[in-house]
């Protein structure tokens, strides 16, 4: 009896139209049946938002690769949600999302709608993987990218992950001879110092525009992301949506606390 | 010499001209000198979503109780960060977002708007409570919420935060009498069962709408916060943006992993 071959869920922040989720199509297909739902206008920064407050709009698209492909007016949130909950007939075994033009790394995770959708299918117990190139362009070269994918595919789906493990890779933007292979991590300490360019529509109103530089805060060696990318691997870090701080809690339990 | 007043960022979700946030600034005012800096619209369910793809429009607004006030075209997470690197002129010493209608314990944590507000706010390092109440209505009474706010503000600045605590609060919403107290305790294992309403807009084309139903994943007792808000306490759950899952980190370093 011929084995019935995995459903892969397949989405990305970016939108439907970008290179990155073409690229990632283009390997996943080899896998197994593709169903692609994605945001059909770029969503990047977006975080976990899922949309509350107006009805989604979902339209079949072709897709080269994918067995089925909607776009959609939702969050990348919303279309792993609208896959496990509405489009699909059976849950799939496995969720991709990306490839990401842009890192993903360290404290970038909150911010990532690519990771969002990647949590929210761990979340709904399909195992998942957001996928980020360390390149912002929306022009930027996705072969190498690609052919880290399919290792990155073929590893995951070989050591059997948990229905709940949702990976963050990221992928350095180097040649493929340069790199050093996949390495798993946590998350690294940083943040950004932002700052608004202030400038004026074409009416003459005034707006702000948002930006930052990243700073590290871990040291030079540490068993991070930051690291890891800054030396060529291929960082992956498991995340989950348990945002305990479990250090603080401790500290809370010997809080006077007041009442009444 | 008289001691400076500590400056308190508010913003929320729900937009500047919510109840909740008139609740909280009612309380916050007499703990120090109040800057409202929220957005213009609700933003529920916005996750830790920031501005990237277009400016934000700022307008200066007067609110009761405030020394400072801006709406603004942001997220509740664009909100702090206009605070902390464009708007005032000093860090504040404390970050307050909310009081949200409609709960945001467990899970909820990560869809959430009022909590990516407080979060960003731990982040630059500013001590920062989100509050929510447990009651979903838009017309909420807050009475019961603004005097749990102030045993809970006094709480907190008396056990003198690390800068970067930041505390998910949920109110339980039942009258001040039943309530036991503040509990700390740890993010609850839940999640949603979503589903779709399929509706037609007035030109017949079609929508569909997120809903869905709330699964506790706890035993009957559980230090977390569903237990304690079933159980009619304040819970009190430390967050933070460290979102590595440590389990699976240990398991992944036992992987075999494929590279070449």
């Given at each position: 009896?011929?084995?019935?071959?995995?459903?892969?869920l397949i989405?990305?922040?970016d939108?439907i139209?970008?290179?990155g989720i073409?690229?990632?199509?283009s390997?996943a297909?080899?896998?197994?049946d593709v169903?692609?739902?994605?945001?059909d206008?770029?969503?990047?920064?977006?975080?976990?938002?899922i949309?509350?407050h107006?009805?989604i709009?979902?339209?079949?698209?072709?897709?080269?690769?994918?067995?089925?492909?909607?776009?959609c007016?939702?969050?990348?949130?919303?279309c792993?949600?609208?896959?496990?909950?509405?489009?699909l007939?059976?849950?799939?075994?496995?969720c991709l999302?990306g490839?990401?033009?842009g890192?993903?790394?360290?404290l970038?995770?909150?911010?990532?709608?690519?990771?969002?959708?990647?949590?929210e299918?761990?979340?709904e117990?399909?195992?998942?993987?957001?996928i980020s190139?360390?390149?912002?362009s929306?022009?930027?070269?996705?072969?190498?990218s690609?052919?880290v994918t399919?290792?990155?595919?073929?590893t995951f789906m070989?050591n059997k992950?948990?229905?709940?493990?949702c990976?963050?890779?990221?992928?350095?933007?180097?040649?493929?001879?340069?790199?050093?292979g996949l390495r798993?991590c946590?998350?690294?300490?940083?943040?950004?110092k932002e700052?608004y360019k202030?400038r004026?529509?074409?009416?003459g109103?005034?707006?702000l525009w948002?930006?930052?530089k990243?700073?590290?805060?871990?040291?030079?060696n540490?068993?991070?992301?930051l690291?890891?990318?800054n030396n060529?691997?291929?960082?992956?870090?498991p995340?989950?949506g348990d945002?305990?701080?479990?250090?603080?809690?401790?500290?809370?339990k010997?809080?006077e606390?007041?009442?009444?």
């Amino acid at each position: 009896m011929e084995r019935k071959k995995p459903l892969i869920l397949i989405t990305n922040d970016d939108g439907i139209t970008s290179h990155g989720i073409k690229a990632l199509v283009s390997v996943a297909k080899d896998f197994g049946d593709v169903c692609v739902i994605a945001p059909d206008k770029p969503q990047s920064g977006m975080g976990h938002a899922i949309t509350v407050h107006s009805g989604i709009t979902v339209s079949e698209a072709s897709f080269p690769g994918a067995k089925l492909a909607f776009s959609c007016t939702g969050t990348p949130a919303d279309c792993v949600k609208l896959g496990k909950y509405h489009l699909l007939q059976q849950k799939p075994d496995l969720c991709l999302s990306g490839i990401n033009h842009g890192a993903n790394m360290s404290l970038n995770v909150i911010y990532s709608g690519t990771m969002s959708a990647a949590l929210e299918g761990a979340l709904e117990g399909i195992p998942s993987i957001g996928i980020s190139l360390c390149n912002n362009s929306t022009e930027a070269k996705m072969d190498t990218s690609a052919k880290v994918t399919r290792i990155l595919i073929e590893t995951f789906m070989s050591n059997k992950p948990d229905q709940n493990l949702c990976l963050n890779v990221n992928i350095p933007d180097v040649p493929f001879e340069e790199m050093k292979g996949l390495r798993f991590c946590r998350q690294g300490k940083g943040n950004w110092k932002e700052y608004y360019k202030e400038r004026k529509h074409a009416d003459g109103k005034e707006y702000l525009w948002l930006t930052g530089k990243f700073e590290n805060f871990e040291p030079a060696n540490s068993d991070t992301d930051l690291w890891a990318l800054n030396n060529n691997y291929v960082s992956l870090v498991p995340v989950h949506g348990d945002m305990t701080n479990y250090k603080e809690l401790e500290k809370g339990k010997e809080w006077e606390l007041r009442w009444g």
